[in-house]
């Protein structure tokens, strides 16, 4: 079996990033963050949103969150690549950690006013957060809370869901 042994997703602030590191660390794997592979290609996200909108911001998304799970190793996606069709069939049948985190512990995560979608603070997070939750459920194959654990043993607990599931073969 082929693909990635793990794709991270989750709203703004969850850690996807900071968890998915750990993991591919953890069990010797390549990790792709695809806003990261967005920026390195095309500039910061926010001058995207700014400068030509989120269409075409999802647009660029939706072909590199593609081409990351064709890949191997650990995916972290966007907060809001879930909200594309295509990206949301091809995440089914593969190993989908869904990452949640509550308000209260997100508020000291947002701090830079980077994102461009949470400018107004908490409550733009939680709004889209509330709008977003169906989808990250339904594509969930586990769920891991982010609030108050530390990230390392939140990674290892991921690691060990991996194994149990003979997954770190693929």
């Not at 998915?20 to 794997?29: E, F």
């Not at 967005?38 to 909108?53: L, Q, R």
């Not at 869904?98 to 949470?118: I, M």
Request: aromatic residues 6%; hydrophobic residues 45%.
């Amino acid at each position: 079996m082929s693909g990635p042994l793990a794709v991270l997703i989750g709203p703004m602030g969850a850690g996807k990033t900071r968890v998915g590191k750990r993991v591919a660390r953890a069990l010797g794997a390549p990790f792709t963050d695809t806003d990261k592979v967005i920026v390195a290609a095309h500039g910061p996200i926010a001058e995207i949103f700014d400068t030509h909108g989120e269409p075409h911001f999802r647009a660029l998304e939706r072909d590199v969150v593609a081409e990351a799970l064709h890949g191997t190793g650990v995916v972290s996606l966007g907060g809001g690549a879930v909200l594309d069709a295509a990206s949301r069939r091809a995440l089914a049948g593969l190993p989908v950690v869904y990452l949640h985190v509550s308000a209260e512990a997100v508020a000291s995560r947002l701090g830079d006013g980077k994102r461009p979608l949470v400018r107004g603070g908490v409550g733009d997070w939680e709004r889209i957060y509330d709008a977003r939750r169906p989808i990250y459920e339904e594509l969930a194959a586990v769920t891991f809370d982010t609030s108050r654990l530390p990230y390392d043993r939140i990674a290892q607990d991921v690691v060990t869901w991996i194994q149990r599931n003979g997954l770190e073969n693929r």
